[in-house]
């Protein structure tokens, strides 16, 4: 593992597949598709390079343990076409303001329906996740539908210890 890879989310073969992928005229759907793309190449990079995550220590308890696996995330994928510059700044400000309406488009008008979503995905089978000091978290994949489109969305939620609910922990877009 060369220095640094621990730390590392965007290898040269994923910028190689953002500048090949991207096209100015895209829709936040496929936007959505070219960061899962990404992310799994991230996943399958780090995998076959065998990087683990880097070791943090907490500095409230002094424990020490390997950080959460890096992800793509959309913002990221927005930033690196400036960054890399595989886009012009100012389309990729443009697309930055777009993809926080499209964003925001749950929290404020909508976020009831996405509450509702939500709970219904935790009715799935879930996948077993890690289990914490807290309880044991499960991992729930599946479909939520907003007011611009569908998008796959991996949920994550925990039964803390002494109950026997689940409790909602975090939601991101993709598959994995």
Same mark, same amino acid.
């Given at each position: ?12 073969e994923m910028v190689e597949h953002l500048r090949l992928r991207w096209r100015d005229d895209q829709f936040m759907? *496929? %936007? ?19 990087? !683990? @995550? ?18 793509? !995330? ?8 400036? /960054?890399?510059? &595989?886009? *012009? ?13 499209? #964003?925001?488009?749950?929290? #404020? +008008? @909508?976020?009831?329906? %996405? /509450? ?7 009715? &799935? ?29 991996? +949920? ?13 922990? +975090?939601?991101?877009?993709? +598959? #994995?």
């Amino acid at each position: 593992m060369v220095a640094g890879d621990a730390h590392r989310v965007w290898f040269p073969e994923m910028v190689e597949h953002l500048r090949l992928r991207w096209r100015d005229d895209q829709f936040m759907e *496929a %936007l959505l598709e070219l960061r899962d793309e990404l992310d799994d190449m991230l996943g399958r990079i780090r995998l076959t390079r065998h990087i !683990s @995550n880097p070791v943090f220590k907490c500095p409230a308890c002094g424990h020490i343990g390997r950080g959460a696996d890096p992800h793509v !995330s959309v913002r990221a994928t927005i930033l690196a076409l400036a /960054r890399f510059r &595989v886009a *012009a700044k100012e389309p990729t400000r443009a697309l930055e303001k777009a993809w926080s309406a499209y #964003r925001k488009t749950f929290e #404020r +008008t @909508n976020w009831s329906v %996405l /509450r509702d979503q939500l709970q219904q995905l935790a009715s &799935v089978d879930a996948e077993l996740g890690a289990g914490t000091r807290f309880g044991q978290k499960y991992v729930v994949r599946g479909t939520i539908h907003g007011p611009m489109a569908a998008a796959a969305i991996v +949920t994550v939620w925990i039964v803390l210890h002494g109950e026997d609910f689940p409790r909602f922990v +975090t939601a991101y877009p993709g +598959t #994995r």
